[in-house]
């Protein structure tokens, strides 16, 4: 019974990762006075890509083939690691935060390669920047991660998140709002939003994902596309679960479940009317501000992990 | 018979190595007789592996002692320790020697091809006797052995004064590491009957702290000198980029890690561990080597120089490692201090094998193209498939990235850092916990190096005449190449196997060690992590449709050129940006014509990275030496008289001394 | 009542975490006008503390003097300080000389400093530690604040931000301070502040801007 939940909670996270998108596109047109497209554009957009051709440049190799497979893979595995309406996942209580973040950069480190497959300057300028990116958020999402890991004694992203359901939800830490503030700026970083990317621009100014797709089309583009979102929702998912995750199912009763999915939805629609609104109300940074702006979440992580110290005195 | 089996190995080894080998090489000339006394050497190293495993897997050990044939006292013997790292020297050295087959014969001539593997055959031996030595005198002996043999083999390269220069450097840094670590030694004598391991340790508890502390800083600077931790590293960079591939796959692999079983030695089985204080020094000696070795690799365009520069980072993390269980050792924390330990000395093996790899895909590279200048690469992969193939497996190796080698030593690392929240008392908690964010931001500039280095040199258009007609590696190379990838790989998805015996190797170096029982889970659940994988990537393979091939977009132009990819230098751009108080670089742009300022006819930028250890560190001790050496010069006056002073002077004083003896 | 009970308890035990919060925040901050309702931000929630602490210890005084801080420091200063930056004319950046990030190490640096310096003080006497070492940190901040900020409105509210944190110690290691101390020091504050008003419009007839890097003439 657990396991098919656990099945359920990934396949939702995969399946819901498209909606997920199309709801911050609305939100976005609608802050911004416009109709926008449906919701579930995002779903049409993906059959319109899998009915498609494939279209391979004359220099790409091997890797240029494979890594849509990689990066999918990564991220479902990724999916698989976090939960939604009951603190376990797949792969929750056995994997922890360490490999959650490694596999996320493994799926990164082949997209980059990737973007040099193409040959032209496109791949290459958003590899290079990405790899600024990435290298800068990796501290900041390990050490908050560490934060929460040292106070709820678990190194598993289920195990926090048990840990954490038990807690009293008036308890404000000091800990937990750090490491929030911070992973939410990693979120925002890794997922390629703005202030550190823009995921609607095909400007070369502002690409740094968008550059290292821009060779790709049909069931590949739409593999990297549906990753992207997954990952997406997942980090999503994962802020919830660290640091919200009340209301979770705790006996696999089928109305405590519904209780919790409902509950986990007005939380996802919660954090994606936040994103809309940062989204709308900021403008992108200019490349070499991102390095400021990881640099401010890694301090507070910083400062997160020294208060763990200092509240467990 | 198991043990006798294995003396008999042993013995083999060392034999073939040291004598059979070198005389067949040197003496024979037909063909057939050197291709014997090659897969000699290949084979004595595939019985080294089977003697290694043995003693590494199942605590059985094998001791030749020769004191009674040699002046001094002279003892070889593997124990648990000693395994691990001969099992390193030797399943590095099968692949290599395979490689080294086909790249001697492109590259030397008949006679220096001689030269080069009876060089290379005794250079592997004396790696064997270091680590297997266990008498004082064995282990300088085959210490100094490494050295000699190591510069040798850099010099039948050619010896132009550069190189010259560069195996000058070379060998006084090695000297001077030497000295700390004969010091270190001779420290143990008034204390110790001999110089015998298993004396050594006894006496150990009868030191008093003032020796102990002096003998750890001793063998830290000593043999991290010959590791290469910041700031003795710079021989590193002039000696492994002009070696040949397989010796500096051999240099930077095993030797280096020799050097690590020194210290290792030193601080874990001899001294029992170190002051107090001494875990924080190696831990954050090792946090900045790790970290300037990462951003000094980022911004070179030479790929050996590069591979260099990233042995002196994963040296760093393997010290990182070290440092960490010495501190948890020095709060009574046995337990985190092994798993520390365990992540370190996989590193060592792990790094081995991945830096190998790469060591000798640049070797493929630079056979089949004639240079290793990133900036001349290009379009590789198509051109060298399973090349390219096997270093995408060592790239991602030493990224650190799941499902290969690197990941599982660094996770090992990072649960130890975790497990300084246990010491809550202590100023440790707040040092190893942030010590995660400093590993992970090595962790990801190491991966924006390496996929530079193979987004660059294999994919994309070539940009040069010689990368367009690379043709694939020939068969011996991809052998060699191959079985480091394989082995890379296994560690990686099923790593349970070597992580039994690491844990039962740690509970002998750290009493009381016991491995946290969780932190094994690593190897549970990387195995589904990539089942997920694999089975993700099959469907997809399968969904995608059949692909129809064309031209890069080209913005409406006639067409891409080569020249308008990102080179290496422009993609290490940001990093090297944000990082610039690191590089601190020297730009001068000039213009040609000079009185047209407007028009010009050719522009060139000229940018040296002034990363002068040379200058601020070295320099002034050797002018402070060179000084003395001045001051002392007026001894010598040419006058026999005052020689003859000299001589009468001494005798007065050692007849004084008798005279106030009691 | 229970209510009101549990409010102020959580107030009292959780405040120095958004102060925390408000320090980083001002140290990060890149205009005048952030930085002015962060400090009306920070004085509030110490009144809200006056407030909880008042209601916790039944002390009448208590009541005036939250009352007091609200009034003067989050509606009258704030909104003197508006209108000071609005006819001054200047521009809105706060002309920061260490980046962001560095300044964010700084701040939290300082953050484990007053821990550190709090933890061996608050173990001998009977004080929360939190609240406390909120307080050194408050001091910090406006010290650095006035160190690496180059505007003299900046040297201004980090003034204020130091009083803050002044006020707030003497708060938690007194339980409040005689009521007439605490008006007293008010008075001060505003005839302060009166008085860098006039001089910062001097400054800027004079020199033409309110660089205060560029005014060094005080040499000897």
Redesign the interface.
């Known amino acids: 019974m657990k396991f098919a939940i656990n099945l359920a909670q990934a396949l939702i996270l995969i399946l819901g990762a498209p909606l997920v998108r199309g709801i911050i596109a609305r939100c976005k047109a609608f802050l911004q006075r416009r109709q926008g497209a449906s919701i579930w554009r995002p779903y049409s957009d993906l059959a319109k890509l899998f009915r498609k051709e494939d279209l391979v440049p004359s220099t790409a190799s091997g890797v240029f083939r494979v890594v849509p497979c990689v990066l999918f893979g990564t991220t479902i595995c990724v999916a698989t690691f976090v939960p939604l309406v009951q603190p376990s996942a797949l792969l929750g209580s056995r994997g922890d935060f360490f490999l959650l973040v490694y596999l996320l950069a493994l799926g990164r480190f082949f997209l980059s390669l990737a973007g040099f497959d193409g040959g032209s300057a496109f791949g290459g300028m958003g590899a290079s920047r990405e790899a600024l990116v990435s290298s800068l958020a990796e501290a900041p999402f390990l050490l908050s991660l560490v934060a929460v890991a040292v106070l709820s004694s678990h190194a598993d992203i289920a195990g926090i998140a048990a840990w954490t359901l038990g807690q009293n939800i008036f308890n404000i830490s000091a800990v937990h709002i750090l490491a929030f503030t911070s992973l939410a700026m990693v979120v925002i970083a890794e997922t390629g939003r703005m202030p550190v990317d823009n995921p609607t621009t095909h400007l070369e100014l502002t690409m740094i994902h968008e550059g290292m797709v821009l060779e790709y089309s049909g069931p590949s583009l739409a593999f990297i596309e549906w990753a992207s979102a997954v990952k997406l929702h997942a980090m999503l998912a994962l802020l919830i679960a660290l640091f919200g995750p009340w209301g979770m199912a705790t006996s696999a009763s089928v109305g405590a479940i519904s209780v919790a999915l409902l509950l986990y939805s007005a939380k996802v629609a919660l954090l994606i009317v936040l994103l809309a609104v940062i989204e709308s109300g900021v403008a992108k940074l200019r490349m070499y501000l991102v390095p400021d702006f990881l640099g401010v979440a890694s301090a507070v992580s910083a400062l997160a992990v020294i208060f763990t110290t200092l509240v467990k005195r | 018979m198991q043990l006798v089996s294995i003396k008999i190995g042993f013995v083999f080894l060392l034999v073939s190595l040291g004598l059979f080998a070198p005389l067949v090489l040197m003496a024979g000339k037909a063909k057939t007789v050197r291709l014997f006394a090659i897969s000699l050497v290949v084979g004595s190293n595939i019985v080294g592996c089977f003697v290694a495993s043995q003693c590494f897997w199942r605590e059985s050990g094998a001791v030749i002692d020769l004191s009674r044939f040699t002046l001094f006292p002279f003892a070889l013997g593997i124990d648990r320790l000693s395994a691990l790292f001969l099992l390193v020297i030797c399943t590095v050295a099968v692949p290599v020697s395979i490689f080294a087959l086909s790249y001697f014969e492109k590259h030397y001539d008949d006679q220096r091809r001689r030269w080069v593997w009876a060089f290379f055959s005794l250079f592997l031996l004396s790696m064997v006797i270091v680590v297997t030595a266990s008498t004082g005198f064995a282990f300088l002996i085959g210490w100094e052995l490494m050295t000699l043999l190591s510069a040798g083999l850099i010099l039948i390269e050619g010896d132009s004064a550069e190189r010259g220069h560069n195996v000058f450097i070379y060998l006084l840094m090695m000297h001077a590491g030497a000295a700390a670590v004969i010091a270190g030694f001779f420290l143990f004598l008034p204390y110790s009957p001999g110089l015998d391991f298993v004396s050594m340790r006894t006496a150990s508890g009868a030191l008093p702290t003032g020796i102990r502390t002096l003998i750890f800083v001793l063998a830290f600077l000593g043999f991290g000198t010959k590791a290469g931790i910041i700031p003795l590293h710079i021989w590193l960079p002039r000696a492994h980029p002009i070696a040949p591939s397989p010796v500096s796959a051999l240099m930077s692999g095993v030797m280096l890690k020799t050097a690590v079983y020194g210290f290792a030695r030193f601080a874990f089985d001899l001294l029992g561990g170190g002051p107090w204080w001494c875990g924080y020094a190696v831990l954050s000696v090792g946090a900045v080597s790790a970290l300037l070795g990462i951003l000094y690799a980022i911004a070179e365009n030479d790929l050996k120089r590069l591979l260099a520069y990233s042995s002196v980072e994963n040296i760093g993390i393997i010290f990182m490692g070290l440092g960490t269980s010495l501190i948890f050792l020095a709060h009574h924390a046995p337990v985190w201090a092994g798993l520390a330990l365990a992540g370190a000395l996989l590193h060592v093996f792990n790094h081995a094998l991945f830096k190998s790899l790469l060591f000798l895909g640049a070797g493929a590279i630079s056979s089949a193209t004639h240079t290793v200048n990133l900036e001349e690469l290009g379009?590789l992969?198509?051109r060298m498939?399973f090349t390219?193939?096997t270093l995408?497996v060592a790239c991602?190796s030493i990224?650190?990235?799941?499902?290969f080698n690197g990941?599982v030593s660094e996770?090992l690392i990072?649960?130890s850092f975790?497990g300084g929240?246990v010491l809550?008392n202590t100023r440790a908690?707040?040092v190893l916990?942030?010590m995660?964010?400093?590993l992970?931001?090595i962790?990801?500039?190491a991966?924006?190096c390496f996929?530079?280095v193979?987004?660059?040199a294999?994919?994309?258009?070539p940009r040069s005449e010689a990368a367009e007609h690379a043709e694939e590696s020939p068969f011996a190379m991809r052998t060699g190449l191959g079985l480091l990838a394989a082995a890379c790989l296994w560690i990686g998805i099923a790593p349970g196997f070597f992580l039994r015996p690491l844990v039962s190797l740690v509970q002998v170096l750290v009493p009381g060690a016991g491995v946290p029982q969780?932190t094994l889970?690593?190897a549970?659940?990387?195995p589904?992590?990539a089942a997920?994988?694999?089975?993700?990537?099959i469907i997809?393979?399968l969904?995608?449709?059949?692909?129809?091939?064309?031209?890069?977009?080209?913005c409406g132009l006639p067409g891409?050129t080569?020249r308008?990819?990102?080179t290496s230098t422009?993609?290490?751009?940001?990093?090297r940006?944000?990082f610039s108080s690191v590089y601190k670089p020297d730009r001068k742009i000039e213009r040609l014509p000079e009185d047209q300022p407007y028009f010009p006819v050719n522009v060139t930028y000229h940018s040296v990275r002034t990363t002068s250890y040379e200058k601020t560190i070295y320099r002034p001790f050797v002018e402070m030496i060179l000084s003395w050496a001045h001051q002392l010069r007026r001894l010598q006056t040419g006058n026999i008289q005052v020689y003859l002073l000299y001589i009468f002077l001494a005798i007065v004083s050692l007849l004084a001394v008798l005279r106030f003896q009691p | 009542m229970g209510l009101v009970e549990i409010a102020t308890g959580k107030v009292l035990t959780s405040f120095s975490v958004f102060l925390f919060l408000t320090v980083l925040l001002l140290v990060v901050a890149r205009r005048i006008s952030t930085c002015i309702v962060l400090f009306s931000a920070q004085s509030a929630i110490i009144a809200a503390e006056v407030f909880a602490t008042g209601f916790q210890e039944r002390l009448a005084e208590a009541y005036v003097v939250g009352a007091l801080v609200l009034v003067i420091k989050v509606a009258v200063i704030p909104r003197a300080f508006f209108g000071l930056a609005n006819r001054l004319k200047t521009s809105h950046d706060v002309k920061a000389s260490t980046t962001p990030t560095q300044s964010v190490f700084i701040a939290a640096a300082m953050i484990y400093l007053s821990y550190a310096a709090v933890h061996s003080y608050g173990q001998s006497v009977h004080v929360p530690e939190d609240a406390l070492a909120a307080a050194v940190a408050l001091i910090l901040t406006g010290s650095f604040l006035m160190v690496s900020r180059n505007k003299a409105l900046m040297q201004m509210l980090g003034l204020l931000v130091l009083e803050n944190g002044i006020f707030l110690a003497a708060l938690t290691t007194t339980f409040g301070m005689p009521l007439i101390i605490e008006i007293g020091v008010f008075f001060d504050i505003l005839i302060g502040l009166l008085l860098m008003g006039i001089f910062t419009f001097r400054i800027r007839d004079t020199f033409d801007h309110l660089d205060v890097s560029k005014l060094r003439r005080l040499r000897g």
Request: with cysteine; charged share 15%.
């Open positions: 379009g992969q198509r498939p390219g193939a995408l991602c990224a650190g990235l799941p499902l990941f996770w990072f649960r975790l929240a809550m908690p707040i916990l942030l995660v964010g400093v992970a931001l962790g990801g500039l991966a924006a996929v530079k193979f987004g660059v294999f994919l994309g258009r969780e889970s690593i549970r659940v990387i589904w992590t997920i994988i694999l089975g993700v990537t997809v393979a969904l995608k449709r059949r692909e129809r091939v064309v031209r890069t977009w080209a891409l080569s308008m990819q990102y422009v993609f290490s751009k940001p990093i940006f944000v």
